[in-house]
């Protein structure tokens, strides 16, 4: 057949996890071939913060969330826009993201997720090293900032959860902040800095770099979007816009599109996508660098240094279609708010970025073989930390894909736990 290729495996999306799950796949020894649209700047990966954190083990669904609920609704809360309509029509998913808000929920969450987040920045280094982006690394901590006592006593829960699992974090006094942060405009009654945590000041060049080592290990790219994968007794079939790939296994990796492309197959995830936008700006030349990303937690933001004088300002989440429009009001409020923070100067954008992050209710991301379906390995939903997980749960497919023990355990990750849910 024309445009028919053949291969041992094929991965399907090429953000941070599908990409690492390819090179891995190469390293032992795999023919691979990694099936994406090749449109670097939607992807999720490109337009993240960077922060590669052992601490990010906490989904967004807290028990925090009922005393702020009202707020939520009105979309009165800078860090959430909820569009109504698409709430409804992702019904499963927001009715057991509810559910999931509870301290005992949080806590399981947090427990699952601390193997796969205590091993991500040593696979990040690995990856970095092979790729030839170490510049982009380092390990300077990042912070979260509170604007006022309330607000620093309501993540009183989160620290604590962080100190059972031996997370290290340094509590900063509100006189002490700016000097930690010379950059900081803007008074804080505390900081919090979690000095484990490393970022990367170009989440999309090490995309790039890493697209570079899978070519040079052999791997194969066919840029093109997946539109059916159908199995058949030698394994499967992926029908992309330009032919077909016959392959033994296929790993779904594709981010906020992969629960599309599962229903296909009949797997009906509880599944919604979260939206994020980026702007970058200019520090004033007078200005102190930042030298860490920072949460401005009254905000709902995260500003992150991007090298040469670059801040990019991220927004809060937007809870919508994955195809909507863009809404631009969130980040256009996160950057008046950056204004008070660091002293910046004009956008360096034409436009802000906008991508879409998987979601799942309960905050953990969707990893192990298809429990209908031989040789399908799911690989996505890993949310707010698909950057910075990208490497470790690479190496967990291919684990899955060759036979072995994972690399870290997996089993809150089974992917049956979102199809055993009631329909509703």
């Known amino acids: 057949m024309p445009n028919a290729q053949v291969a041992d495996i094929v991965v399907i999306g090429g953000g941070m996890v599908g990409l690492a799950s390819a090179i891995a796949l190469k390293d032992r020894g795999l023919d691979v071939v990694l099936c994406d649209p090749g449109e670097s700047r939607a992807r999720t990966s490109f337009g993240n913060a960077g922060v590669i954190s052992r601490g990010s083990i906490f989904p967004m669904s807290s028990p925090g969330l009922w005393p702020k609920l009202p707020t939520y609704l009105r979309n009165a809360d800078r ?114 800095l979690l000095p484990e945590t490393g970022s990367l000041q170009d989440p999309g060049a090490l995309i790039e770099a890493c697209e570079g080592l899978y070519s040079a290990l052999g791997g194969r790219f066919v840029q093109a979007v997946t539109t059916r994968l159908v199995p058949d007794h030698e394994g499967w079939t992926v029908h992309h816009a330009g032919g077909q790939v016959h392959a033994r296994q296929v790993v779904l990796a594709a981010g906020a599109a992969s629960a599309e492309i599962a229903k296909t197959l009949g797997y009906r995830f509880a599944f919604a996508v979260e939206r994020g936008y980026h702007r970058h700006y200019a520090l004033h030349p007078n200005s102190p660098p930042l030298t860490r990303p920072i949460l401005d937690t009254g905000a709902g933001s995260i500003l992150a240094p991007m090298g040469e004088g670059r801040i990019r300002v991220l927004s809060g989440v937007e809870l919508n279609a994955r195809h909507a429009p863009p809404d631009h009001l969130q980040i256009e409020a996160a950057a008046q708010e950056a204004a008070g923070t660091l002293r910046l100067g004009g956008p360096l954008d034409n436009q802000p970025w906008l991508g879409s992050r998987p979601s799942t209710p309960d905050g953990m991301p969707v990893i192990g073989r298809a429990p209908r379906h031989q040789g399908l390995i799911f690989a ?45």
């Open 79 to 192: 860090g959430l826009r909820l569009r109504h309509a698409h709430l409804a029509r992702v019904l499963p998913w927001t009715l057991h993201f509810l559910a999931a808000a509870r301290t005992s929920a949080w806590r399981r969450a947090a427990k699952s997720l601390l193997p796969l987040t205590s091993a991500a920045y040593g696979e990040h280094e690995q990856l970095a090293a092979r790729a030839g982006t170490k510049g982009l690394l380092h390990r300077t901590g990042w912070i979260k900032l509170y604007r006022d006592e309330a607000a620093f006593a309501g993540a009183n829960l989160e620290r604590a959860i962080l100190a059972e699992h031996g997370i290290a974090m340094e509590i900063i006094d509100g006189a002490d902040v700016q000097a930690l942060e010379p950059a900081l405009i803007r008074r804080y009654a505390r900081a919090v």
């Open 380 to 424: 996505f939903g890993h949310g707010h930390i698909g950057m910075s997980t990208g490497p470790i749960t690479g190496r967990i497919v291919a684990d899955i894909a060759t036979d072995r023990p994972p690399s870290v355990p997996i089993a809150a990750f089974a992917p049956d736990r979102l199809l055993s849910w009631p329909r509703l």
